[in-house]
């Protein structure tokens, strides 16, 4: 292993073996950037030019295009409320208030240093479980994505801002919509008004930059003057504030980085769910879990840690069983299989080298991939400070344009422009939109998982209380859900409320 | 005077060259549809083939693979069905797959015997398996449960899906689906993991897992096995079935042209036949089995014809 470790550094460090690994990292970034792109479609598009290269440069080259997409998808999320890939919608809820009360830069350094540590997270734990990867893989499952899903749901009742009513009605609105489109278990198409565009649901990405982006540009123009709150504006914060508020918080940059590999290892779920689920345990574990979508930091760390450790994780099951355990790694497969590489465990034996390039090179994105942002943030933040008359027709022409480059169909634009509508009426009568997002993306995995349950065990409900994994994962949820009522109950004799 | 004869000439000469234009497909980019998501069998094929057909094309364009992923298959298929037949949008399809909703009794929205139909790029057979740590060596063992035999697939309507109906059917077991999974390394796994007792997948795939020690290959539909160890379905007296599995073919909107059609379909065959993509097929275990236009279609109707006797059991949910 140590010999493949160094073989790999060698390549790495070659002049070539560099420039493979810094064009990923800047292709990574401009694609995570842009709303609407994201990994998959960069690797797919670059997936041709890798024919005719070494197999470890074109691990140089993927490994940085993956490291690198979410720091960039969290500056636009950051920035503009616009989600750069749909695993960055997660940071959206805390990080575009920060940067509205004028702590953009904290934003940034956070999401960037919970980024890179969340990768490497994701790299080590990888590597130390490769002797029992399989086992891990074959941990979760139908059960247990259930019970994933009922976790990262039952959060809805922290997120709903002190308006819990409208909080749970936003909530079954997610779950309505989640359920459009193809029954995988049953075979049918249901809810989609025979719309034939709605088959496959309702997509994620352009729904996410409606009720983000073009439903807080409408807020903007309606309000006018710049995404900085004017009163705040002279309350620019620093970069480094925000890689030390990451050590500051490492219990949730942990706890984020588990999550996100965790959520890699099992395939069928992907980024954008582990993303969420971090978000949700960050809240969970978080001493002011009422600040949440107001501008906690903490609400920065949990997703974006989780977003760059799922990329380590999700080689496991690639490893393991030659089986995507991300969006990105299912393309990756591809890329694979076209250089002769047969994902799945000989890969591991056979051609060891060029995993080892690919763990280190992905490693090595994250850190630049920082480097860069943190290097630019402090231009980057200038954007929140432009004039909504120019900033709104520039972020609504770019996000739109992104999300048609994706599918190339005019139905994206309009499903981004209705979600744009709902997002600012629910705004307008304050209805938290974080509930019905959980719920939108959850809602699917929630459902097929608890059918094929069923299925599996000839409709005998005992199926999710007689599995250990799916137990502890219940246990968690119940005691997540009653801790702050028992805390509260605790503290109520000794201490008076305290107004916050 | 001169000038007028040089307009003449050079009016001449843009109708000539316009006309020639059009009589020389292509003229710009072609777009390839995969009516499955990214990473799948159908997406790599695409990808895999997409490269070489460009150099086969009388001229330089590029193919451009696009995923419209949906009702799987239907969105993408119903999509290319109803495009301009200009030769610019082809699109893979999965036999029996792009049949089977409507064979099930499902409204659907394209007759696919009215689409162009170009080539056959491969075909492939499917392995069973049962999880190698698992009691059960063969179906006989499966048998004996005295319960149904639980048999993953990707959902009802996939191929998987009604091939394990057809096999239960053939060898009398009684069988439950377990569908809702995303692909077929991810519904092997499922075995392997003891969501269910057995499954069908397309040989490559299936090998994979027989070689790491997940899976036990229990029968095979190919003629003469090629995994060792696997007895073929005619060796377990079910001769009938040998050839049931999935094949790839290439679709063009119905009405193309035929001067466009046999353009397209013999690109696609010469291409195929490239020495550069036969090793690259070779190595990644892509099942080319290459069909011109002439033949695609019959070639499809036989396949078809397998999965057609049983429609009474892949309609079953």
């Not at chain 1, 943190?374 to 954007?383: D, E, K, N």
Request: proline share 6%; glycine share 12%.
């Amino acid at each position: 292993m140590l010999e493949s470790t160094l073989a790999a550094l060698q390549v790495l460090f070659t002049p070539s073996g560099a420039a493979f690994l810094f064009v990923g990292v800047v292709i990574g970034l401009l694609f995570g950037v842009m709303p609407g792109l994201g990994g998959p479609t960069a690797i797919a598009l670059l997936m041709p030019l890798t024919f005719t290269m070494q197999s470890n440069h074109a691990m140089a080259l993927i490994g940085g295009i993956m490291g690198a997409v979410s720091a960039g998808g969290s500056i636009s999320a950051i920035l503009l409320n616009t989600p750069g890939t749909a695993p960055n919608a997660a940071t959206c809820f805390d990080g575009y208030p920060l940067a509205q009360q004028g702590k953009a830069g904290l934003a940034i350094g956070a999401a960037a240093t919970a980024s890179t540590l969340g990768g490497l997270i994701g790299a080590v734990v990888l590597v130390a479980v490769i002797p029992v990867m399989k086992s891990i893989v074959l941990l979760f499952g139908p059960p247990e994505f259930f019970m994933l899903a009922i976790m990262g749901l039952s959060a809805i009742a922290l997120s709903t801002g002190g308006q819990f009513l409208r909080g749970l009605i936003a909530g079954l609105i997610g779950l309505m919509l989640s359920f459009v489109g193809y029954n995988a278990v049953s075979g049918g198409v249901r809810f989609t008004l025979n719309i034939e565009y709605l088959w496959d649901g309702i997509p994620l990405v352009p729904a996410l930059t409606g009720l983000f982006a073009i439903s807080e540009m409408i807020a903007l123009s309606v309000s006018g003057g710049t995404i900085v709150n004017n009163k705040a504006a002279g309350n620019v914060t620093s970069v480094i504030d925000g890689v030390a508020a990451v050590f500051k918080h490492w219990k949730t940059l942990l706890q984020g980085s588990a999550i996100g590999t965790l959520i890699g290892a099992v395939p069928g779920l992907g980024g954008t769910v582990a993303a969420f689920l971090a978000y949700t345990a960050a809240m969970q574990i978080s001493k002011h879990p009422e600040t949440f979508g107001k501008g906690n930091i903490e609400g920065v760390i949990g997703p974006e840690s989780a977003n760059n450790a799922k990329d380590g994780g999700a080689l496991i099951p690639t490893l393991a069983f030659g089986v995507p355990g991300s969006a990105e790694m299912a393309v990756f497969l591809g890329v694979l299989v076209l250089h002769g590489l047969d994902p799945g465990p000989m890969l591991l034996i056979e051609h060891e080298g060029v995993i080892f390039s690919l763990i280190l090179a992905l490693s090595a994105s994250c850190i630049i991939a920082t480097l860069i942002t943190l290097t630019f943030a402090r231009y980057l933040v200038m954007i929140t400070l432009i004039d909504v008359h120019v900033l709104v027709p520039l972020v609504i022409a770019v996000s739109l344009v992104g999300v048609y480059a994706l599918q190339e169909t005019m139905g994206d634009v309009v499903t981004a422009g209705i979600f744009g509508l709902l997002g600012y009426l629910m705004m307008r009568f304050r209805f938290p939109r974080v509930t019905l997002v959980i719920a939108l993306i959850l809602g699917e995995i929630a459902e097929r998982s608890f059918f094929q349950s069923l299925n599996m065990s000839n409709g005998d409900w005992t199926i999710f209380f007689t599995r250990l994994p799916a137990l502890i994962l219940l246990a968690i949820t119940i005691g997540c859900l009653t801790f702050p009522a028992v805390q509260a109950m605790r503290k109520r004799p000794q201490q008076p409320a305290r107004a916050e | 005077m001169l000038k007028i004869a040089l307009t003449a000439v050079s009016a001449a000469a843009t109708i000539l060259a316009t006309t020639s234009a059009h009589a020389q497909f292509p003229e710009r980019n072609i777009e390839f549809v995969i009516p499955f998501g990214t990473g799948g069998g159908f997406d790599r094929a695409v990808r895999l083939v997409s490269p070489y057909l460009e150099k086969t094309l009388p001229k330089k364009v590029e193919v451009l693979p696009k995923n419209v992923p949906g009702a799987g298959g239907r969105k993408g298929t119903a999509q290319v069905y109803r495009a301009k037949p200009d030769g610019y949008t082809i699109a893979i399809a999965n036999v029996p797959g792009i049949a089977l909703p409507g064979l099930t009794g499902e409204k659907i929205e394209y007759d696919i015997n009215k689409f162009t139909w170009l080539a056959r790029i491969g075909v492939s057979e499917y392995i069973a398996g049962v999880s190698a740590k698992g009691p059960h060596k063969s179906i006989e063992d499966l048998k004996k449960l005295g319960r149904p035999v639980k048999c993953t697939a990707t959902g009802f309507g996939a191929t998987a899906y009604a091939a394990c109906q057809i096999v239960a059917k053939e060898m009398g077991f009684q069988v439950q689906m377990l569908g809702g999974y995303k692909g077929s390394a991810e519904y092997v796994l499922a075995v392997v993991r003891g969501d269910g007792d057995l499954t069908l997948a397309p040989i490559v795939v299936m090998k994979k897992f027989i070689q790491a020690g997940d899976i036990r290959g229990v029968f095979t539909t190919e003629e003469k096995s090629s995994v060792p160890g696997v007895p073929t379905i005619a060796s377990l007296g079910h001769k009938n079935l040998t050839g049931l599995g999935v094949d790839r073919y290439v679709l063009a909107p119905p009405g193309l042209p035929e001067p466009i059609g046999k353009t397209l379909s013999e690109s696609l065959v010469k291409a195929m036949t490239n020495p550069e993509l036969v090793a690259l097929a070779e190595k990644t275990g892509e099942p080319l089995a290459p069909l011109g236009i002439d033949k695609a279609k019959a070639a499809a109707d036989q396949s078809l014809a397998l999965y057609l006797k049983y429609k009474t059991e892949i309609s079953k949910r």
